[in-house]
């Protein structure tokens, strides 16, 4: 199924948004697209991101509670305005695949609730590697480009209920 792609969409913002992008690379293939599709996005909209690598899919939800928690011990550093998770969770023989993709999601949901965080959620849950590929090819479905999206939409609305905390650089004394 051919979509539209994201990025048509125009976004108010504040100021530029600092995103996170956490991507696990269980899949390099499919996690080069789902890349690429989120940074072309963010690009498109001017802005900043920084990304980290989390071995699988369940590790995605607690690197982001780690970098919402390590603002506490470094005031310096740029807080971040959002979250994109991008990984993929492909069908095997057992039961692994649908606790996997169903606990990353629950915990993804949990940690948005929990710190009232923009997350745009690109954690594919596929039959076959084909499904991956197709939803993960920016030419395709592009689902890192909407997880992106997705992020900065939730950011847009944490800023119509003045719920974005404001950018401040705070100078270390020494």
């Known amino acids: 199924m051919q979509t539209s792609p994201p990025a048509a969409r125009k976004f108010n913002f504040d100021n530029k948004p600092h995103i996170l992008v956490v991507e696990a690379r269980f899949y390099d293939d499919i996690a080069d697209a789902l ?15 920084e990304k ?3 071995p699988g899919a369940l590790e995605i939800p607690a690197a ?3 970098a919402v928690k390590a603002m506490d011990y470094d005031p310096v550093r740029r ?12 069908k095997g023989e057992t039961r692994h695949d649908e606790i996997v993709g169903h606990e990353s999601a629950r915990a993804l949901q949990e ?4 710190y009232m965080l923009a997350v745009g959620n690109g954690i594919l849950t596929v039959n076959n590697r084909e499904q991956a590929v197709a939803r993960a090819r920016p030419d395709g479905e592009n689902r890192g480009g909407r997880a992106a999206e997705a992020c900065l939409c939730m950011i ?7 719920l974005s905390s404001k950018r401040r650089w705070v100078a270390k004394s020494g």
Do not use: N, P
């Open 35 to 49: 890349l690429t599709g989120a940074q072309s996005v963010l690009d498109a909209v001017g802005a900043s991101y």
């Open 156 to 162: 847009e609305i944490k800023q119509q209920f003045h």
């Open 79 to 90: 807080r971040f305005d959002g979250y994109v998770a991008l990984g993929c969770v492909v």
């Open 52 to 54: 980290l690598t989390v």
């Open 64 to 66: 982001i509670a780690y």
């Open 111 to 114: 940690v948005a609730l929990r």
